[in-house]
C-alpha cells in the first residue's frame, strides 16, 4: 500500500498535517486532540447517529469571478463556515479544512446531546457494570452541562432482557448508538441484531426467532459504550475499578488473539480483546473468554508426586532426573506450551536424547478469530528445533515403541495419553513423567507429576499462524503448591546435565539464549517483542503447509509468497 | 384585490364528468404531452425544466431541475426515479387529490419524467394508508401499460421503463426521501447521512436517484406541454407555476384551491376562497404550509423588500401566496397546506398536538430529535394540564434550539421550528395560562407552588 499523502487542515486555528482523506476523528486522535463521540467506531461503518461528535467546519472561500481564494484584510484565507454544524465522524481530511472543536456552537451542540442522552437514562451508575468505563459518565463530566433540567418522568424499559446466552441487554441504559447492530452485521456476519418501535421508545431487539448466539456476541458488550450490553457471566461480579488488567494472549487458536485479563486479589473476572490491528483489531471470541475458568477447575493440578503420593518438589524433581537418566525417554511435547518452555524441554531433550512428538490438534476454524489450529503455539515448536515437521493427530509409532520396550519412559506436556490411543495396560507398562496443569488418565498413571501453570498465571511468548512472536504476562498468581513451567523444566535440566540450576531463569533470560541459538531471532530480546508482537522470517519453515486458511489479517498464500519472495 | 383560481394540476378533478379512467384522460388531452415530448431529446426536456424555474413542491421548495442535474451519470450506474407521494404532513392533502382523481396525469408526469433524467425503473411510493390510491394507481398504470404508455419500448420510442406502485408501512419518515428509499429497500426507514449519501449520487440501491413530490411531477408535464420558458412567466420570477393551497381549520369553507404564485395575497386566500373565520370570531394565527413551518401570529408587521426593490412592511394577510415572500417573513409556505387557527385557540395546547405528532414520529435515529420531541411533549403536556411552570417557557424555547439544524434529517427542523416560533411569538399566552395555574395550585393548598413542585400532571 502506498503511503498516504498528507494534507494540511487548521483545527482551532493550528495546522495539522494529517493522512489525506482520514476520518476527522482519528486525524485529531493522532494529534491528541479529542471530539467525544459514542456510535463512530473505527473498525465500524459509520452511522452519525449519536450527533455527539458535531463541529463548525469550513473550507478556504474563492472568488466565483476569479476562482482565487479570498484572502482577508489581516492575510488570512477567508474561510466560510457551514451553516450548520458537521458531525466529525463522516468528514474527511481535505486540503483547507478548518475545524472549530471548543467553540460556543460546538460546547453548546455538546452540552445539549449530552443532556438529550441523559434524560431518559435511568441514571443507576451506582448498580451499573459499566460504571467506571462508562462514556456516558466520562463524556457527562467532560462535556455536559453539570446540571439537568428534566423534571418529567424518564421513560421506563426493560432491564433485563436476555438478547443470547450471554448477552443481557438493559434497555433504559441503552442509547441506540447501533453500534452492536453493526458489529454483527459487519463483522460477525450474522445480521441479527435490529431495533424495533420509533423515536425515544426504539428497543434494541433479535430477529424474530433468533438469538445473538454468534461466537463473537460478547464483542458487542465491549463496544457498547453504556451499560446497555452487559455480559452475563460478567454481570453484577464486580466494580471495573478495582480490576486490574494484565496484556495476555488468547491460546484457543494460533491466531493469537490479543487479550486483557481482568483480575481482583488474584481471581479472575473477566477477559476482553486487547487491539492489535495486524492480529485481531478490537475482537475476540466469545469461547476464549471463557478459558481462564479452568483456573479454578476442580481437577487442577497443584501438587507434586512420586507415585501417586504428594511430596515436596525436590523429591519429584529428583525422582524424574532418575528416569530421564534411566534412558529410554520419550518426549511428548505441547503447542500449548510457550516459546521459553519448548525451548527448554529442546535442551532436555540434547542433554537426554529420545524421540519428540507434539499433537496435531486441528478442527474447522471460523475465518475470522478462530483458526483451524487450536494451539496457540505450533509454530514456536518449529522455532525452538522441537518439530522439523508437523505432527501428526496420532502417536502411533512411539506408541509401538512403548508396546516393544523401546521407550521406557516418556516425558508428557500437557497431553492425555489415553485419549491418542494408549490402552490402560500400555499406559501401566510406561513410566510416565507428567508436567500440565490438569489432571488426566496420563497423570493419574504418572510416576512423576509436575505442576505448572495456566497462561494466567505466566509470563511469556507464543509465536501465531502469522509467524508474529506475542508476549503474555502472569495476571494471577498460581494456586499454592504449582510452579512455573520455565523453572521446573531448567531444574530438570540442570540436574540432567548436573549442574547448578540458574535461580534467575526468565522468559527474558531465555530469550538471551534464543536470539543467540535461533538464526531467525538472531538480534532480538524479549522486550524487542513490543506490545503488539513482531513477525519473525519464516523462510526457513515455507515449505511446510501449515492446516490454517484464511481468517481476519491472514492469508496463508500471503505469508507463503512473502517467505519464498 | 380579486383573485381568480388558476387551475393547471386541478384543471379536471372534481369536475362532474371527469373519471380515473385512461378513455377520459385522453378525451382531455392526455398522453399528448407524453407523444409530443418523446420526440425530443432527454436533454432538450430537462433544459426545459431548469428554464421553467419549478420548485419543488414537497416542502422544501429545492429547484427540480437543479435537482436532475446533479444525477450522477458519469457512474454508469442505472438512474432512479422515485414519486414521493407518501403526503403525511399534517394540514397537507393536494397530492392525494391528484392520486385518487386524476391519477394519469401524475402516471404521464412520473413517465415524462423518467424520459428526461434516463430512469432505468420508476417507482410510486405511496402512503400506507392510501390503499385506495394504490389500487387506483395500479388500475392506471395497467391502462397506460396496455396502450404503450408505459412498460417496454414507449410508443415505439426504444425506451422502456416501468412503474411500480411501494406501499409504505405507515410512517411520516417516509416522506424524507433517504428515509423513503431505505424504506424502500427493505429496511427501516432511517434517514441518511447526507454527505455522502445525496440521492443524485447515492440514493436507492446506491444507485442515482431523484425522488420527486407528486404536484412536482405533474408540474412537469405541463411545463413540456408549455415550454419551460413559458411557464416560467406563470407566477412570479423566482416562483413559477401555480401552489395548490388547501385551507383548513378554523374558516368557513376549507378546500384546496390552486392559485398562481404570487397572484394574491393570504388575505384574498383565507377571505375570499376560505370565507373568513366561523361567525363571531377572529383569526389569531397561521401556519402557513405543513405543521412543520414557523407560525405566523395575525398583527405582526414584517419590514420586507418589496418587488420592486423598496422598502415596506407587511402584516401576516398582507403576505403575496409565493414563496419568496413567505421567506422574507422568517417562515415558508412548505407544502401549502395552510392551518388557520381563530381566537378560541389555545396556543399552548396547539404546541402541545404538533409535539406529540413529531414525539410519535421521530424515528428514533439520532439523539437530538428523538429525545428533544418526546422531552417537548412532555412538557407541553404537563402545562397543558395544570402543571406549568414560568421555566418551562425557556426550556422548551431552548430544547427546541438544541435539536434544530444538528440532526441528520429535516424532522429535526419540523420539530423544532414550531416551539421556536410559537414561544415567543405567543409568550403573553403562555404566561398568562401558566400564572393561572400557579394560583390555582397556591388555593389549592396553600402552600407557594415553587415548593410544590411540578407533580400536578
Given at each position: 500500500?502506498?503511503?498516504?499523502?498528507?494534507?494540511?487542515?487548521?483545527?482551532?486555528?493550528?495546522?495539522?498535517?494529517?493522512?489525506?482523506?482520514?476520518?476527522?476523528?482519528?486525524?485529531?486522535?493522532?494529534?491528541?486532540?479529542?471530539?467525544?463521540?459514542?456510535?463512530?467506531?473505527?473498525?465500524?461503518?459509520?452511522?452519525?447517529?449519536?450527533?455527539?461528535?458535531?463541529?463548525?467546519?469550513?473550507?478556504?472561500?474563492?472568488?466565483?469571478?476569479?476562482?482565487?481564494?479570498?484572502?482577508?484584510?489581516?492575510?488570512?484565507?477567508?474561510?466560510?463556515?457551514?451553516?450548520?454544524?458537521?458531525?466529525?465522524?463522516?468528514?474527511?481530511?481535505?486540503?483547507?479544512?478548518?475545524?472549530?472543536?471548543?467553540?460556543?456552537?460546538?460546547?453548546?451542540?455538546?452540552?445539549?446531546?449530552?443532556?438529550?442522552?441523559?434524560?431518559?437514562?435511568?441514571?443507576?451508575?451506582?448498580?451499573?457494570?459499566?460504571?467506571?468505563?462508562?462514556?456516558?459518565?466520562?463524556?457527562?463530566?467532560?462535556?455536559?452541562?453539570?446540571?439537568?433540567?428534566?423534571?418529567?418522568?424518564?421513560?421506563?424499559?426493560?432491564?433485563?432482557?436476555?438478547?443470547?446466552?450471554?448477552?443481557?441487554?438493559?434497555?433504559?441504559?441503552?442509547?441506540?448508538?447501533?453500534?452492536?447492530?453493526?458489529?454483527?452485521?459487519?463483522?460477525?456476519?450474522?445480521?441479527?441484531?435490529?431495533?424495533?418501535?420509533?423515536?425515544?421508545?426504539?428497543?434494541?431487539?433479535?430477529?424474530?426467532?433468533?438469538?445473538?448466539?454468534?461466537?463473537?456476541?460478547?464483542?458487542?458488550?465491549?463496544?457498547?459504550?453504556?451499560?446497555?450490553?452487559?455480559?452475563?457471566?460478567?454481570?453484577?461480579?464486580?466494580?471495573?475499578?478495582?480490576?486490574?488488567?494484565?496484556?495476555?494472549?488468547?491460546?484457543?487458536?494460533?491466531?493469537?488473539?490479543?487479550?486483557?485479563?481482568?483480575?481482583?486479589?488474584?481471581?479472575?473476572?473477566?477477559?476482553?480483546?486487547?487491539?492489535?490491528?495486524?492480529?485481531?483489531?478490537?475482537?475476540?471470541?466469545?469461547?476464549?473468554?471463557?478459558?481462564?475458568?479452568?483456573?479454578?477447575?476442580?481437577?487442577?493440578?497443584?501438587?507434586?508426586?512420586?507415585?501417586?503420593?504428594?511430596?515436596?518438589?525436590?523429591?519429584?524433581?529428583?525422582r524424574a532426573t532418575e528416569l530421564l537418566q534411566a534412558g529410554g525417554v520419550g518426549y511428548i511435547?505441547?503447542?500449548?506450551?510457550?516459546?521459553?518452555?519448548?525451548?527448554?524441554?529442546?535442551?532436555?531433550?540434547?542433554?537426554?536424547?529420545?524421540?519428540?512428538?507434539?499433537?496435531?490438534?486441528?478442527?474447522?476454524?471460523?475465518?475470522?478469530?478462530?483458526?483451524?489450529?487450536?494451539?496457540?503455539?505450533?509454530?514456536?515448536?518449529?522455532?525452538?528445533?522441537?518439530?522439523?515437521?508437523?505432527?501428526?493427530?496420532?502417536?502411533?509409532?512411539?506408541?509401538?515403541?512403548?508396546?516393544?520396550?523401546?521407550?521406557?519412559?516418556?516425558?508428557?506436556?500437557?497431553?492425555?495419553?489415553?485419549?491418542?490411543?494408549?490402552?490402560?495396560?500400555?499406559?501401566?507398562?510406561?513410566?510416565?513423567?507428567?508436567?500440565?496443569?490438569?489432571?488426566?488418565?496420563?497423570?493419574?498413571?504418572?510416576?512423576?507429576?509436575?505442576?505448572g501453570l495456566t497462561v494466567f498465571e505466566k509470563t511469556g511468548s507464543f509465536v501465531n499462524q502469522?509467524?508474529?512472536?506475542?508476549?503474555?504476562?502472569?495476571?494471577?498468581?498460581?494456586?499454592?503448591?504449582?510452579?512455573?513451567?520455565?523453572?521446573?523444566?531448567?531444574?530438570?535440566?540442570?540436574?540432567?546435565?548436573?549442574?547448578?540450576?540458574?535461580?534467575?531463569?526468565?522468559?527474558?533470560?531465555?530469550?538471551?539464549?534464543?536470539?543467540?541459538?535461533?538464526?531467525?531471532?538472531?538480534?532480538?530480546?524479549?522486550?524487542?517483542?513490543?506490545?503488539?508482537?513482531?513477525?519473525?522470517?519464516?523462510?526457513?519453515?515455507?515449505?511446510?503447509?501449515?492446516?490454517?486458511?484464511?481468517?481476519?489479517?491472514?492469508?496463508?498464500?500471503?505469508?507463503?509468497?512473502?517467505?519464498?519472495? | 384585490?380579486?383573485?381568480?383560481?388558476?387551475?393547471?394540476?386541478?384543471?379536471?378533478?372534481?369536475?362532474?364528468?371527469?373519471?380515473?379512467?385512461?378513455?377520459?384522460?385522453?378525451?382531455?388531452?392526455?398522453?399528448?404531452?407524453?407523444?409530443?415530448?418523446?420526440?425530443?431529446?432527454?436533454?432538450?426536456?430537462?433544459?426545459?425544466?431548469?428554464?421553467?424555474?419549478?420548485?419543488?413542491?414537497?416542502?422544501?421548495?429545492?429547484?427540480?431541475?437543479?435537482?436532475?442535474?446533479?444525477?450522477?451519470?458519469?457512474?454508469?450506474?442505472?438512474?432512479?426515479?422515485?414519486?414521493?407521494?407518501?403526503?403525511?404532513?399534517?394540514?397537507?392533502?393536494?397530492?392525494?387529490?391528484?392520486?385518487?382523481?386524476?391519477?394519469?396525469?401524475?402516471?404521464?408526469?412520473?413517465?415524462?419524467?423518467?424520459?428526461?433524467?434516463?430512469?432505468?425503473?420508476?417507482?410510486?411510493?405511496?402512503?400506507?394508508?392510501?390503499?385506495?390510491?394504490?389500487?387506483?394507481?395500479?388500475?392506471?398504470?395497467?391502462?397506460?401499460?396496455?396502450?404503450?404508455?408505459?412498460?417496454?419500448?414507449?410508443?415505439?420510442?426504444?425506451?422502456?421503463?416501468?412503474?411500480?406502485?411501494?406501499?409504505?408501512?405507515?410512517?411520516?419518515?417516509?416522506?424524507?426521501?433517504?428515509?423513503?428509499?431505505?424504506?424502500?429497500?427493505?429496511?427501516?426507514?432511517?434517514?441518511?447521512?447526507?454527505?455522502?449519501?445525496?440521492?443524485?449520487?447515492?440514493?436507492?440501491?446506491?444507485?442515482?436517484?431523484?425522488?420527486?413530490?407528486?404536484?412536482?411531477?405533474?408540474?412537469?408535464?405541463?411545463?413540456?406541454?408549455?415550454?419551460?420558458?413559458?411557464?416560467?412567466?406563470?407566477?412570479?420570477?423566482?416562483?413559477?407555476?401555480?401552489?395548490?393551497?388547501?385551507?383548513?381549520?378554523?374558516?368557513?369553507?376549507?378546500?384546496?384551491?390552486?392559485?398562481?404564485?404570487?397572484?394574491?395575497?393570504?388575505?384574498?386566500?383565507?377571505?375570499?376562497?376560505?370565507?373568513?373565520?366561523?361567525?363571531?370570531?377572529?383569526?389569531?394565527?397561521?401556519?402557513?404550509?405543513?405543521?412543520?413551518?414557523?407560525?405566523?401570529?395575525?398583527?405582526?408587521?414584517?419590514?420586507?423588500?418589496?418587488?420592486?426593490?423598496?422598502?415596506?412592511?407587511?402584516?401576516?394577510?398582507?403576505?403575496?401566496?409565493?414563496?419568496?415572500?413567505?421567506?422574507?417573513?422568517?417562515?415558508?409556505?412548505?407544502?401549502?397546506?395552510?392551518?388557520?387557527?381563530?381566537?378560541?385557540?389555545?396556543?399552548?395546547?396547539?404546541?402541545?398536538?404538533?409535539?406529540?405528532?413529531?414525539?410519535?414520529?421521530?424515528?428514533?435515529?439520532?439523539?437530538?430529535?428523538?429525545?428533544?420531541?418526546?422531552?417537548?411533549?412532555?412538557?407541553?403536556?404537563?402545562?397543558?394540564?395544570?402543571?406549568?411552570?414560568?421555566?418551562?417557557?425557556?426550556?422548551?424555547?431552548?430544547?427546541?434550539?438544541?435539536?434544530?439544524?444538528?440532526?441528520?434529517?429535516?424532522?429535526?427542523?419540523?420539530?423544532?421550528?414550531?416551539?421556536?416560533?410559537?414561544?415567543?411569538?405567543?409568550?403573553?399566552?403562555?404566561?398568562?395560562?401558566?400564572?393561572?395555574?400557579?394560583?390555582?395550585?397556591?388555593?389549592?393548598?396553600?402552600?407557594?407552588?415553587?415548593?410544590?413542585?411540578?407533580?400536578?400532571?
Amino acid at each position: 500500500m502506498p503511503a498516504p499523502t498528507s494534507v494540511t487542515i487548521n483545527v482551532d486555528g493550528r495546522d495539522l498535517q494529517v493522512p489525506a482523506g482520514m476520518n476527522l476523528i482519528d486525524a485529531l486522535e493522532h494529534h491528541g486532540i479529542e471530539i467525544p463521540h459514542y456510535c463512530y467506531h473505527p473498525k465500524l461503518t459509520v452511522a452519525g447517529n449519536c450527533r455527539m461528535c458535531l463541529v463548525e467546519t469550513g473550507m478556504p472561500m474563492k472568488d466565483r469571478a476569479t476562482n482565487q481564494f479570498i484572502i482577508e484584510p489581516d492575510g488570512r484565507m477567508k474561510i466560510g463556515w457551514g451553516p450548520k454544524p458537521a458531525v466529525a465522524c463522516t468528514t474527511n481530511c481535505t486540503t483547507g479544512l478548518h475545524v472549530r472543536t471548543g467553540s460556543p456552537l460546538v460546547k453548546d451542540c455538546q452540552q445539549g446531546v449530552m443532556e438529550f442522552l441523559l434524560v431518559n437514562h435511568p441514571l443507576d451508575c451506582p448498580i451499573c457494570d459499566q460504571a467506571g468505563e462508562c462514556k456516558l459518565q466520562e463524556f457527562a463530566t467532560d462535556y455536559g452541562r453539570g446540571y439537568s433540567r428534566f423534571v418529567e418522568e424518564k421513560n421506563v424499559k426493560p432491564k433485563r432482557t436476555r438478547l443470547g446466552p450471554r448477552v443481557t441487554l438493559d434497555d433504559e441504559r441503552c442509547i441506540l448508538c447501533s453500534r452492536c447492530v453493526r458489529f454483527c452485521s459487519e463483522v460477525a456476519k450474522d445480521d441479527v441484531l435490529g431495533f424495533i418501535d420509533r423515536g425515544s421508545y426504539s428497543t434494541l431487539t433479535c430477529y424474530p426467532g433468533r438469538e445473538l448466539d454468534n461466537n463473537y456476541s460478547l464483542n458487542t458488550v465491549d463496544i457498547c459504550p453504556v451499560g446497555a450490553l452487559t455480559s452475563t457471566d460478567f454481570r453484577f461480579k464486580m466494580r471495573v475499578w478495582f480490576l486490574k488488567s494484565i496484556p495476555s494472549i488468547c491460546t484457543e487458536s494460533s491466531v493469537g488473539a490479543n487479550t486483557e485479563v481482568w483480575s481482583r486479589e488474584g481471581k479472575i473476572y473477566r477477559i476482553t480483546p486487547r487491539e492489535n490491528n495486524a492480529v485481531n483489531d478490537c475482537w475476540m471470541a466469545d469461547s476464549g473468554r471463557e478459558l481462564y475458568k479452568s483456573v479454578e477447575s476442580p481437577s487442577r493440578i497443584d501438587f507434586f508426586a512420586v507415585d501417586n503420593g504428594k511430596c515436596i518438589a525436590d523429591k519429584a524433581l529428583n525422582r524424574a532426573t532418575e528416569l530421564l537418566q534411566a534412558g529410554g525417554v520419550g518426549y511428548i511435547g505441547s503447542a500449548q506450551s510457550s516459546v521459553e518452555e519448548q525451548f527448554l524441554l529442546w535442551q532436555l531433550v540434547k542433554a537426554e536424547p529420545g524421540p519428540v512428538s507434539l499433537i496435531s490438534h486441528t478442527r474447522k476454524g471460523d475465518g475470522l478469530l478462530i483458526s483451524n489450529d487450536a494451539t496457540p503455539n505450533l509454530r514456536g515448536a518449529f522455532l525452538t528445533s522441537l518439530l522439523r515437521e508437523l505432527p501428526k493427530a496420532d502417536i502411533n509409532d512411539l506408541r509401538e515403541k512403548v508396546n516393544t520396550g523401546v521407550i521406557k519412559t516418556l516425558f508428557v506436556v500437557h497431553e492425555d495419553l489415553s485419549a491418542l490411543g494408549f490402552s490402560e495396560d500400555l499406559l501401566r507398562r510406561v513410566q510416565i513423567i507428567y508436567l500440565g496443569t490438569h489432571a488426566n488418565a496420563t497423570s493419574n498413571h504418572a510416576q512423576v507429576v509436575l505442576p505448572g501453570l495456566t497462561v494466567f498465571e505466566k509470563t511469556g511468548s507464543f509465536v501465531n499462524q502469522q509467524w508474529r512472536a506475542q508476549r503474555f504476562f502472569q495476571a494471577v498468581p498460581g494456586p499454592a503448591g504449582t510452579a512455573p513451567d520455565i523453572q521446573l523444566l531448567s531444574q530438570l535440566v540442570a540436574r540432567v546435565k548436573k549442574v547448578t540450576a540458574s535461580t534467575a531463569v526468565s522468559p527474558a533470560s531465555l530469550w538471551t539464549e534464543l536470539a543467540a541459538t535461533v538464526p531467525a531471532l538472531a538480534g532480538w530480546t524479549w522486550e524487542s517483542l513490543g506490545s503488539s508482537g513482531r513477525v519473525l522470517d519464516a523462510s526457513a519453515w515455507a515449505h511446510i503447509s501449515f492446516s490454517e486458511g484464511k481468517s481476519l489479517h491472514f492469508d496463508p498464500a500471503a505469508i507463503t509468497s512473502v517467505a519464498t519472495g | 384585490m380579486a383573485i381568480v383560481e388558476r387551475r393547471i394540476i386541478y384543471r379536471n378533478i372534481d369536475q362532474p364528468w371527469y373519471t380515473t379512467d385512461i378513455a377520459c384522460y385522453q378525451r382531455y388531452g392526455g398522453y399528448e404531452v407524453l407523444r409530443k415530448s418523446f420526440q425530443r431529446k432527454p436533454e432538450e426536456l430537462v433544459q426545459e425544466v431548469k428554464d421553467s424555474g419549478l420548485k419543488g413542491r414537497g416542502g422544501a421548495g429545492f429547484p427540480t431541475g437543479m435537482k436532475w442535474s446533479f444525477l450522477d451519470y458519469k457512474s454508469g450506474k442505472p438512474i432512479y426515479l422515485i414519486c414521493n407521494a407518501d403526503e403525511s404532513e399534517p394540514g397537507t392533502y393536494k397530492d392525494r387529490q391528484i392520486i385518487y382523481k386524476d391519477p394519469h396525469q401524475l402516471i404521464e408526469g412520473v413517465v415524462l419524467s423518467a424520459y428526461a433524467i434516463k430512469a432505468k425503473l420508476a417507482f410510486i411510493y405511496i402512503r400506507g394508508e392510501m390503499f385506495g390510491g394504490a389500487r387506483i394507481l395500479e388500475q392506471a398504470i395497467e391502462e397506460a401499460r396496455a396502450q404503450h404508455f408505459v412498460g417496454d419500448n414507449i410508443l415505439g420510442s426504444g425506451y422502456s421503463v416501468d412503474i411500480i406502485v411501494h406501499r409504505g408501512a405507515g410512517c411520516y419518515i417516509c416522506g424524507e426521501e433517504t428515509g423513503l428509499i431505505e424504506s424502500l429497500e427493505g429496511k427501516r426507514a432511517y434517514p441518511r447521512i447526507k454527505p455522502p449519501y445525496f440521492p443524485a449520487v447515492l440514493g436507492l440501491y446506491n444507485c442515482p436517484t431523484i425522488v420527486n413530490n407528486v404536484e412536482t411531477l405533474c408540474q412537469v408535464k405541463h411545463i413540456l406541454d408549455m415550454g419551460g420558458k413559458e411557464f416560467a412567466k406563470i407566477g412570479v420570477p423566482g416562483d413559477s407555476g401555480t401552489h395548490i393551497w388547501g385551507i383548513s381549520g378554523h374558516v368557513v369553507r376549507p378546500g384546496y384551491y390552486e392559485i398562481e404564485s404570487g397572484k394574491g395575497t393570504v388575505r384574498d386566500l383565507i377571505y375570499e376562497f376560505g370565507g373568513g373565520p366561523p361567525p363571531g370570531r377572529s383569526f389569531k394565527a397561521i401556519i402557513p404550509g405543513g405543521v412543520s413551518m414557523k407560525i405566523l401570529r395575525v398583527g405582526e408587521k414584517f419590514k420586507v423588500k418589496l418587488p420592486d426593490g423598496s422598502p415596506g412592511e407587511w402584516g401576516v394577510l398582507d403576505i403575496p401566496l409565493d414563496s419568496g415572500s413567505f421567506a422574507q417573513c422568517g417562515t415558508s409556505l412548505g407544502t401549502s397546506g395552510m392551518i388557520m387557527m381563530d381566537d378560541t385557540t389555545d396556543m399552548v395546547e396547539a404546541l402541545a398536538n404538533l409535539n406529540a405528532f413529531y414525539a410519535h414520529e421521530s424515528c428514533g435515529q439520532c439523539t437530538p430529535c428523538r429525545e428533544g420531541s418526546l422531552w417537548l411533549k412532555k412538557i407541553t403536556t404537563r402545562v397543558c394540564n395544570g402543571g406549568g411552570r414560568m421555566e418551562d417557557i425557556d426550556l422548551v424555547k431552548n430544547i427546541a434550539d438544541q435539536i434544530a439544524g444538528r440532526t441528520i434529517c429535516a424532522h429535526g427542523e419540523a420539530a423544532a421550528w414550531p416551539c421556536q416560533s410559537n414561544v415567543p411569538k405567543f409568550r403573553d399566552e403562555w404566561e398568562e395560562k401558566i400564572r393561572a395555574q400557579m394560583q390555582a395550585r397556591e388555593h389549592a393548598d396553600g402552600q407557594p407552588a415553587a415548593r410544590k413542585g411540578i407533580r400536578l400532571v
